[in-house]
Every structure is written in structure tokens, then in C-alpha cells.
């Protein structure tokens, strides 16, 4: 994460709010004021919301729910990790065969950055924090790009320095994070530790993406 922290700053330079909020494509997810939310779980504690779609599981991580279900967690405990009923838990490990691939919406740069802030802020209040705070209201997102990329890279470097601290045996302690959103609380640190850096490495690979696009479609 190091590595990638400092050489991420560098590809978002120069980021204006326009880019950040462009939406390349009709239906996307982004930030957008309490009174203009769209989606049915978009959340924050502020003026600007998150777009959030309802519960799911996605096809793509039917082999994750058997993995929960393997490793000894009840169907009800799954369900509640994903937010689904318990018919729907049921319903995906008794599925057999292929499955049909996820359709999921396109997403701004604005809501990228947005995600990633809630992840990773979530993550630090309840690893190293005071465990308290719901995740999903920790973070007050704007429109500003220079404000969000500010004050994402100053968490980075808070998780990145309480990170460096952990030990070995805290590495292979389960339930170190109690990070609710995901399987944390049921996992080793380094595998939540893992989780989060593939987390920051494809969402900035999609936000440089983005970034190609805009460039692509409005020349300076």
C-alpha cells in the first residue's frame, strides 16, 4: 500500500470538480444532494449522498458466500453480512452451474473516491478506532474534487502509519478489524489487509481510466 499511495497522488493532479462529477453514460452512480438521491440505500451524513443500489448478492461473489458457508457461518449470519433475506442465501448455494454475469452501473470519479473514503474509513474507526461510529455516516462527502482527494490521501496516510504499527501475531488475529461491511470480523488482519489494497489498486486503476476517457472526449 505504501507504493501505491504515494504514486496514486501524482495521476489525480490536476482534478476539477467537472471531471470528477462526469457521468460518461445515462444511469450513473455519483454523489448527489439529499433532496436529488436516486438510488434506495444512498447514505452520508451531510448534504451529499453516495449512491448505493438495494441488497444483493452479486453472481460474482456466489463463490464467496460458499466460502462463508464452508468455513462454518450460520445462513442466518451470512444474510445479515449481505443484507439479504435468508431465502436468498439459501437460493445461491443451492444454485449449480454458470451463472449470468452481473450488471452493474457505471460510477463517476466523484463516487469512486467517495467509496473508497467510506471503505477505508470505516475500516480505520473500527480497527484502530473507537469501534462506534456506523461506518456509512463517517464520511461528509462534497463535489469538491480538491477537498475529497485532500482529505481522502490524509486517511490513506493515517491507515498507512496505524497499519505499520500492527504486529505479527496481530496480523494472523481473527477479528482484529471489526469492520462490519465485509467478513472481516471473521477473518485474519492480513486477509483484511489484502482485501483493502486490491480495493485501492482497481478503483484507482478505474478512476486513471475515467480520467483517460474525459481527456479523450473534451481536448484542452
Given at each position: 500500500m505504501?507504493?501505491?499511495?504515494?504514486?496514486?497522488?501524482?495521476?489525480?493532479?490536476?482534478l476539477r470538480d467537472e471531471e470528477c462529477?462526469?457521468?460518461p453514460v445515462p444511469g450513473c452512480w455519483s454523489i448527489r444532494r439529499r433532496s436529488e438521491a436516486v438510488t434506495p440505500r444512498a447514505y452520508g451524513p451531510g448534504e451529499w449522498l453516495l449512491d448505493q443500489g438495494a441488497p444483493g448478492i452479486p453472481a460474482g461473489e456466489y463463490a464467496e458466500?460458499?466460502?462463508?458457508?464452508?468455513?462454518?457461518?450460520?445462513?442466518?449470519?451470512?444474510a445479515e453480512d449481505w443484507s439479504v433475506s435468508v431465502e436468498r442465501v439459501e437460493e445461491v448455494l443451492a444454485h449449480t452451474g454458470p451463472v449470468d454475469p452481473d450488471v452493474t452501473p457505471v460510477t463517476t470519479i466523484a463516487w469512486r473516491l467517495g467509496h473508497l473514503h467510506s471503505c477505508f474509513a470505516g475500516e480505520w474507526e473500527w480497527?484502530?478506532?473507537?469501534?462506534?461510529?456506523?461506518?456509512?455516516q463517517l464520511v461528509d462527502f462534497t463535489p469538491s474534487a480538491a477537498l475529497a482527494l485532500d482529505r481522502f490521501w490524509s486517511l490513506l496516510d493515517r491507515w498507512r502509519e496505524e497499519v505499520g504499527k500492527v504486529t505479527e501475531e496481530q496480523l494472523d488475529t481473527v477479528g482484529f478489524s471489526q469492520y462490519a461491511y465485509g467478513s472481516?470480523?471473521?477473518?485474519?488482519?492480513?486477509?483484511?489487509?489484502w482485501g483493502s489494497n486490491l480495493?485501492?489498486?482497481?478503483?484507482?486503476?478505474?478512476?486513471?481510466?475515467?480520467?483517460?476517457?474525459?481527456?479523450?472526449?473534451?481536448p484542452a
Open positions: 505504501a507504493s501505491g499511495a504515494h504514486g496514486n497522488p501524482s495521476r489525480l493532479e490536476g462529477l462526469w457521468e458466500v460458499a466460502r462463508q458457508a464452508a468455513d462454518g457461518m450460520s445462513v442466518a449470519k451470512i480497527t484502530f478506532g473507537e469501534r462506534r461510529t456506523d461506518p456509512r472481516a470480523p471473521d477473518d485474519p488482519f492480513i486477509a483484511v489487509l480495493e485501492l489498486i482497481h478503483h484507482m486503476a478505474e478512476i486513471a481510466l475515467l480520467r483517460d476517457l474525459w481527456r479523450a472526449r473534451s
